[in-house]
């Protein structure tokens, strides 16, 4: 089974802010990779596919960037609405895998 | 307008069967593009992919409980079920239904919390 780890686990930002979630694949899954976000009580929400498609829908102050088995979410700008957390998650292969999370909170 | 609604008991005790239906609607479970997962989340923890089931039937479910679950389709009735065998306190969760349009999780449903406890 491919592993997801990202870092950090949380991270404190403030409004305006810029900041950057990590993902590492424990092998190369090429861009076949997607963000979610969740809000607590609330089913994820698709961000970002392929690595760095923006779902519609999704503010541009969010990116996704990166392949093989080092991505990047950036969300430039911060509103008070991104407070959240994210997850990525591998569609190379089955069984799909998520990472553990990570929890960003207002400063 | 696509959407995915879970159902099933609230408690179970231990050692009994867990049985969920997710009911979809605005998608044919039939489309060969679309297929359904289901996902758990226990109460302040990671989302966890447990199983998924292609329009042609084909199935595969997560590596550590591959021996507990298993995922149907009844295409005339647009419902998934899951059902998870031997259900323990550690199996606490809120479980979600999710559709696959093409290789991501692209509508969820709302959830449902199934506590385990005697």
Partial sequence: DIQMTQSP???SASVGD???ITCRASQDISSWLAWYQQKPGKAPKLLIYLA???QSGVPSRFSGSGSGTDFTLTISNLQPEDFATYY?????SFPRTFGQGTRLEIK | QVTLK????VLVKP???LTLTCTVSGFSLSNPRMGVSWIRQPPGKALEWLAHIFSNDEKSYTTSLKSRLTISKDTSKSQVVLTMTNMDPVDTATYYCARMGGLYFDYWGQGTLVTVSS
């Avoid at chain 1, 990525?88 to 190379?92: F, I, L, R």
């Avoid at chain 2, 879970?6 to 008991?9: K, M, T």
């Fill in chain 1, 18 to 20: 810029r900041v950057t």
């Fill in chain 1, 52 to 54: 760095s498609n923006l």
């Fill in chain 1, 9 to 11: 686990s949380s991270v």
């Fill in chain 1, 88 to 92: 990525c998650q591998q569609a190379s």
């Fill in chain 2, 15 to 17: 050692t009994e069967t």
């Fill in chain 2, 6 to 9: 879970e159902s099933g008991p």
